[in-house]
């Protein structure tokens, strides 16, 4: 997601857009059939009013554990070694495994 966001300028809320996009990953009818079609687009839409109103994120890419959030910057990402020290802390803190 974060590049095609960022590096080849996507609209990921496009469904015809993200499925032409991932169309030699998977099958863009069926692709856009999953997410247009119940259930999957009804959990897909809690989960994405969890991220943007419980959860304050906003930004692409944002990263969440041990109840600690990471946001992008804007026009910058997350620079990686940010990255490296947040998922450092939360995963050893919380002896999570990825």
């Keep these: 997601m974060y590049k095609a ?11 015809d857009g993200l499925a032409a996009y991932i ?13 247009v079609d119940d259930p999957y687009k009804t959990e897909i839409q ?7 109103r419980e959860l304050g994120m906003e930004a692409v890419p944002s990263f969440r554990a041990g ?5 992008a910057i804007p026009g910058v990402g997350v620079p ?3 990255l490296d020290q947040f998922l450092s ?3 050893e803190k919380n002896k999570m495994t990825i």
């Design 46 to 52: 809690a989960n994405n009013n969890r991220a943007w």
């Design 23 to 35: 169309s030699d990953l998977i099958d863009p009818q069926k692709f856009k059939k999953i997410l």
């Design 89 to 91: 802390a939360n995963f």
């Design 5 to 15: 966001v960022f590096a080849d300028h996507i609209d990921i809320e496009s469904v």
């Design 80 to 82: 990686e070694e940010i």
């Design 67 to 71: 109840g600690k959030s990471l946001y």
